[in-house]
C-alpha cells in the first residue's frame, strides 16, 4: 500500500534514505546520521491531493505529492572533524534533490550518542579525574554525569561544538539504580570538545549564598556532607506508600468512540485528523476538521525554552532549547498501559534514526485515548425540576518527553463541542546545584540540605496554521474597553465597547487581560447566517510572563519568539520552528518566528499562520522536592501513578481554541444526556460522623 502523503516514514523508508545519502559521499569515511524523518510534501500539492481525498476522488492512479525525507548528518573526513550536513531524498524517485553543507556556521541537535561519548570521555579524563579526586566521597556513592547542551557561546569561546556535564554523587549503597543522585549535587562542571572529543576544562562554580558575590565557592573535601538523601521511587520511600487508597479505575465496556484506520487517520465525535510524528515536535495534528469543514490544516508544539537565573559563571549559559537542542520526539517516552493514558487506549508507534542510520522502531511513543472532563453543558427548569445535563468528553493525543531531570507531558485534546486544547505540562526533578550549609541564595531556593533549585523559567511555543473553512484566513484582536459615562451612548455607564481590528502585516501581539484581548482567526469570506460575523476559531492568550533575561542578553536574543505572546506571519513552506531552525549553541534566534515578522508581509486573507507563546516562572519551592507537583501531576514512564482531569493542579497551562461564530448553535447539544451507570452511592462507613 502507497503511504499516505503525511504518514511517517516507515523502516523501510528510513533505510532507503539512508542509502541514498551514503551512494551520495562514496569517498568519506564515515557518515554519522542524526535524524532522518518526513519532509512534508509542498502545501500546493498537498493540498490538492487533500481536495481529492475529501472528496473521495482517490485512486490508484491519482498524482500524488513527493515523498521525501529530510536527511541530518555529519560526514567526517579524514582529519577526523565532522562537518554536519542535510540532505533531502526523493523515496520514489531514489535521488537526491537538495544536498546543503551547514558546516560550523550552525550546530546540529544533539544526540543519545553524543551524551554516552561525554560520559565515556569524562571518565578517561585526567583533568576530570583531577577534579574529583579534590573531593572525599564517602564509601559506596559514585559520580554521576548528567549530558547538557553548553547554551549560548561566550564572547571568548571559538564557535565549535561544546557540550557541559553537571555532576553529581548516587548513593549505591541500597542497590537501587533510581536512587537520587540529584540530592548530592557536585560543583564542577566538564566542558568536552565534541570535535576533539576531549574534556578541555572543567569550570567551578560558585557555592556560596547571598552576599557571597559571583565567583565565592567554599572548598572543601566532604563536599556533599550536609546533604541529605531525598528519595522518589516508592520501595525506597522511608514510610512506604499510603495504604488507605482504593482502586479508581476507567471502564469502557463496549470499547472507545474513537475509530483509526491507515495508522494514521483518527475520526472521532465529528472530529476526523491525522496524527504525525518527528524527532523534533513530536506528535502533530494534521488537516483537521469537524462535521466535515475545514478547521486547521497543521497544529504542533514548535519550540520550549528553559532560560535558568543565575549569573553565577557558568551557570548563566544554562539555557536549554528541548525541541531544537534535543528533539521532543527524539526524547520521547515509551508510553506505558494503564499509567500514561487510561481506558481504552491507541498506540501510536514512531521511527527514530541509530547513528549508521538504520531505522529504529520507538514503540507507544503517542497514545491516544478518551477521557471524561466533568460536565459539558447543564440546565434546570426550576418549574418542572427537570435538568439536562452532559459530560464533557474529550479525545486526547499525548506523548510525554524526559529530558535529564525534567518530563513534559504535551496533549492535544478535542471534545463535542468543537473545542481544541494544547495543554502543555512539567513535572520531573528540580535541576539543582550545590549550595553552603547553612547558607540561601537569591537565584533559588534551597529545598533540601546543600542543594539550591535555581529560578528559571519554561516558556513553549505552539504553531497554528489555521484552515478555517479554506486557506485564506484572517486575524483579528477583539478587545472589550469601558466607555466613559456621558449622555449620549453611556447615560448609566454601564456600556462597553467592543472594538476588532485586522492584522494587516506580519507582527506580534501580547495578552493583555485588561482589556480580554481575543485571537480571532476568521475566514473573511464566509459570515455566519444568524449573527452576521465571519466564521471563525478563537482563542484569549495566556497573560504568563515573557522572556525576563535582558533584550541584550544572549538568553534573550537567541530566543525572540518567548518575548510577545502572539506573532502572526504568513505561511511559507518548512517555516515551522519558532527559535528557528538551529538552536544549539546559537547567539541569535536566526529564521525563527521574529524573521517570519520582519518580512513584514501582508497577512490578511491569506495562508496566515499565529504562533502562541506562553510559560512559566518557576521560583522553586521546598514542596517541589524531590520531584515536582505543583506544575503538573506525577506521570513517569517507569512507575504508574494514574492521571484524572478532576485532580490537575490550576498551574496546568492550556491553550484554548474554540469556534467563534463558527456554527449555528451549540455544536454538542446533540450529546446524550448519558448517567454513569457505574456510580453508586458510598458506603455509610466512609462517611460516619467524627466523635470528638
Known amino acids: 500500500m502507497v503511504a499516505h502523503p503525511l504518514a511517517i516514514l516507515s523502516p523501510e523508508e528510513t533505510n532507503v534514505a539512508r ?262 515536535e513530536g506528535a502533530t495534528i494534521h488537516d483537521l476538521w469537524y462535521d466535515g469543514r475545514s478547521v486547521m490544516h497543521r497544529l504542533a508544539i514548535s519550540e520550549m525554552t528553559v532560560p535558568y537565573a543565575d549569573p553565577r559563571p557558568p551557570f548563566h549559559r544554562k539555557q536549554a532549547f528541548d525541541f531544537g537542542d534535543g528533539g521532543g520526539g527524539n526524547m520521547a517516552n515509551n508510553l506505558s498501559l494503564g499509567c500514561d493514558c487510561l481506558g481504552v487506549i491507541k498506540y501510536f ?114 504553531r497554528m496554521d489555521p484552515a478555517i473553512d479554506g486557506q485564506k484566513n484572517s486575524v483579528v484582536v477583539e478587545e472589550s474597553h469601558p466607555v466613559p459615562m456621558n449622555a449620549v451612548t453611556n447615560p448609566n455607564g454601564n456600556f462597553y465597547q467592543i472594538t476588532k481590528n485586522t492584522v494587516e502585516r506580519a507582527s506580534w501581539i501580547d495578552a493583555a487581560p485588561k482589556y480580554n484581548r481575543t485571537i480571532k482567526m476568521i475566514n473573511p469570506h464566509k459570515t455566519n447566517p444568524i449573527s452576521g460575523n465571519p466564521i471563525g476559531f478563537k482563542f484569549i492568550p495566556l497573560a504568563t510572563q515573557n522572556l525576563l533575561a535582558d533584550p541584550e542578553s544572549v538568553q534573550a536574543r537567541r530566543a525572540q519568539f518567548a518575548q510577545h505572546h502572539v506573532w502572526v506571519t504568513k505561511y511559507q513552506d518548512n517555516e515551522l520552528y519558532a527559535g528557528g531552525r538551529y538552536t544549539l549553541q546559537s547567539q541569535y534566534e536566526i529564521d525563527g518566528v521574529a524573521d517570519a515578522v520582519r518580512r513584514g508581509d501582508s497577512v490578511a486573507d491569506t495562508d496566515v499562520v499565529v504562533w502562541n507563546s506562553f510559560g512559566i516562572t518557576h521560583n522553586p519551592r521546598v514542596e517541589d522536592w524531590p520531584v515536582m507537583y505543583d506544575l503538573l501531576p506525577n506521570l513517569f514512564a517507569t512507575t504508574c501513578f494514574p492521571f484524572t482531569n478532576s485532580s490537575r493542579p490550576v498551574e496546568t497551562f492550556q491553550l484554548m481554541i474554540r469556534p467563534a461564530d463558527f456554527f449555528v448553535e451549540n455544536p454538542s447539544i446533540d450529546v446524550p444526556s448519558n448517567k454513569n451507570v457505574s456510580s453508586r452511592l458510598a458506603d455509610k462507613d466512609c462517611c460516619r460522623k467524627s466523635h470528638i
Open 349 to 462: 508507534d514512531a521511527v527514530i534514526t541509530k547513528p549508521d542510520g538504520t531505522a529504529e522502531k520507538l514503540p507507544n511513543a503517542i497514545c491516544l485515548h478518551e477521557q471524561d472532563n466533568g460536565i459539558a453543558w447543564k440546565h434546570s427548569n426550576w418549574r418542572t425540576g427537570r435538568a439536562v445535563v452532559t459530560r464533557n468528553r474529550e479525545l486526547v493525543v499525548q506523548f510525554i518527553i524526559t529530558l535529564a531531570n525534567y518530563e513534559y507531558i504535551f496533549a492535544y485534546k478535542f471534545n463535542q463541542s468543537g473545542d481544541i486544547t494544547v495543554e502543555a505540562r512539567a513535572t520531573g526533578i528540580l535541576n539543582v546545584v550545590n549550595i553552603d550549609a547553612g547558607k540561601v541564595s537569591d537565584y533559588g531556593n534551597v529545598v533540601s540540605g546543600g542543594v539550591l533549585a535555581q529560578n528559571h523559567q519554561h516558556i513553549f511555543c505552539v
Open 19 to 280: 542509502d541514498l545519502v551514503r551512494a551520495a559521499h562514496p569517498d568519506n569515511i564515515l557518515i554519522d546520521f542524526r535524524e532522518i524523518f518526513l519532509q512534508e510534501p509542498p502545501k500546493p500539492q498537498l493540498l490538492e491531493f487533500l481536495a481529492l481525498e475529501h472528496a473521495g476522488r482517490l485512486s490508484p492512479t491519482t498524482p500524488r505529492p513527493p515523498r521525501l525525507a529530510l536527511c541530518q548528518y555529519d560526514v567526517i573526513g579524514a582529519d577526523r572533524i565532522p562537518e554536519y550536513q542535510e540532505s533531502v531524498v526523493d523515496l520514489v524517485a531514489h535521488k537526491q534533490i537538495k544536498h546543503t553543507v551547514v558546516g560550523k556556521q550552525h550546530h546540529a541537535s544533539l544526540t543519545l550518542s553524543e551524551f554516552d561519548v561525554l560520559v565515556d570521555r569524562c571518565m578517561s579524563s585526567p583533568l576530570f579525574q583531577e577534579a574529583i579526586a579534590q573531593f572525599s566521597l564517602p564509601d559506596g556513592f559514585e559520580v554521576v554525569i548528567e549530558p547538557w547542551p553548553y547554551g549560548g557561546l561566550d564572547n571568548t569561546d571559538e564557535n565549535r561544538r561544546f557540550f557541559q556535564g553537571l555532576c553529581f554523587a548516587q548513593d549505591k549503597r541500597s542497590g537501587n539504580p533510581d536512587s537520587n543522585f540529584y540530592s548530592f549535587p557536585l560543583p564542577i562542571i566538564p566542558v568536552l570538545d565534541a570535535h576533539t572529543q576531549q574534556i578541555i576544562r572543567v569550570d567551578r562554580p560558585a557555592t556560596g549564598g547571598k552576599g557571597d558575590g559571583l565567583l565565592e565557592q567554599t572548598f572543601k573535601r566532604d563536599i556533599i556532607g550536609h546533604c541529605k538523601p531525598s528519595e522518589y521511587v516508592p520501595e525506597l520511600l522511608t514510610e512506604g506508600t499510603r495504604a488507605d487508597l482504593k482502586p479508581l479505575n476507567v471502564v469502557q465496556p463496549e470499547g472507545p468512540s474513537f475509530r483509526v484506520t491507515n495508522e494514521s487517520l483518527v475520526e472521532w465525535q465529528k472530529w476526523r485528523f491525522r496524527v504525525g510524528f518527528n524527532p523534533r
